[in-house]
Structure formats: structure tokens, C-alpha cells
């Protein structure tokens, strides 16, 4: 085997580990694709003869990588038009996104993970989706390894602090389904009676489309929009379940074409977030 061939077998066995470090960082499909390019073209001209760990080399450039993006990321994000969700990924095809466990990919985890700074979620990430040792962690983010069980400790925290305990898949699928079900008649009260208090809707358009420009809250308030939307909205409308970041969605055709994917997520006090991407360049796992 040539040295270039044992660079690409070294980099093809990492690959999918890579995509899910930076897809986990970033929330961009498109973004975590640049990374792994990015890393692709440094791993062909470095002093690979000089690498003892290729995996751990390939790990280290990704999240770096990762953190410089997640820092320009956020400065493009001001000009986008009302609220920015996380792409989402069909894990039907890969549950567990290149980790050793299929943690830290819901939207709403995501989504709340843009609070951190981006090297809290880089450690965050390491730990909980890959079991990276805090030894490695702080190799990696360039700090000691106290400070790299102290940036994943910040960040389970502000997680704990900001969600409630999730329902278990099939409750979520059951109340999606009974969502969309009320969503579809219309039913006022049906809807108010499947959210919590305090529910949330995201819709993430940039523009694209037609939709609300800021989030928009309470459950009363949000069962009167959807209900007045029942007779315009749905129909006709192709409607079909897929696995949306280890979470049930409802994907949406008009005449074949996929323009919006639909998620809620719940705890036993209800519904909580209902999330509506509808950013034609965010669709593309589902087309």
C-alpha cells in the first residue's frame, strides 16, 4: 500500500467520526461538510510520518476547525432572517451520526448548545457524543485537564438549567401525531390542550418563504394561529413521518417536492417547542 493509500484509509475510517464533530459543532450539514474537506486537504500535505495517532491528529484538526467556524458562524447569523434552527440530519441512515453513541443531536440540544461558548461546546461534545477522556479533551482544546471537566461541567449545566426532562420516543411520536392531527382540523382546543404553558414555535425560513419572523410563545396565543391556519396550510399537502435527529418529524411534499420538515418536543407538562423548518437550503437530507 502506497503512503497516499494509507492516508486515505486513515482518513476514510476517521471520516465518519469527523462529519460528527463538526455537525455537532456547528448545526450545518453543508458547514461540517467544508470542515472535513478542510481536513482532508491538510491531513494529504502534513508530515504524516510524524503522526503516531492518525485519529487523534484528524480529531484535533476537525474541532479546532470547528470552534474558528462556530466563532464566524455567529457573526453571519446576524444577518439572517428571523430565527436560525440547526439543520437537521436523517439518522434513520446513521442513528448515531459517526459516534459511539447517538447523543448530542436533538434540535433543541443543538439549538441550546449555541449559548456555550464554542470551546465549551467543542469539550461538551467530545465527552458526551464520543467518550473522548478528559486527558485528550484538554489536549485538543489547547487547556489543562481540570479546565476541560470544568467547560463540560458548564455546559451539562446550562443544559439542566435550560430543558425540562424529554418524553420518551414513542410519547414524542404520539403527541406530534396528535399535533398535526389537531393542526389539520383546526381544533382550538385540541391544540391548546397538547402544549405546555409556556410552548414555543420556531420557524426557520431566512427569508425564503413565508413565515413568522420572531419566535412566537404561550399556548393559547400559538392554538389560535394554528387553528386559524387549518384551512390553508394543509391541504393538499403530502405528509409523511421521518427521523429527524433522533426524533420523529413530519416532512412535507407539495407534488413531490419536500419544503418543510416539522418537529415538536415535549415533557410531561406538554409540548413545548414546535419547530418549523421551512429554509429550502436547510432540506436537503429529506428531499
Known sequence: MTQLEQAESAFAAARPRLFGIAYRMTGSVAD??????????????????????????????????????????????????????????????????????GAVLELAVLLLLEKLTPTERAAYVLREAFDYPYREISEIVQTTEVAARQLVSRARKHLADSRRTPVAPQRQRELLEAFVAAAQAGDLAGLEKLFAADVVSWSDSNGAVRAAGRPLHGAASLAKIFAAWAPTFWTPRDVSYVEANGQWAIRLQREGEVYGVITVTASEEGIDQVMWLVNPEKLGQFA
Open 32 to 101: 461540517a461538510e467544508d470542515l472535513v474537506q478542510e481536513v482532508w486537504l491538510r491531513w494529504q500535505t502534513a508530515d504524516r510520518a510524524a503522526v503516531l495517532n492518525p485519529e487523534a491528529y484528524l480529531a484535533t484538526a476537525i474541532t479546532r476547525l470547528a470552534i474558528n467556524e462556530s466563532q464566524t458562524a455567529r457573526a453571519r447569523r446576524e444577518t439572517y432572517v428571523g430565527p436560525w434552527l440547526p439543520e437537521p440530519v436523517d439518522t434513520a441512515a446513521d442513528p448515531q451520526l459517526g459516534a459511539e453513541q
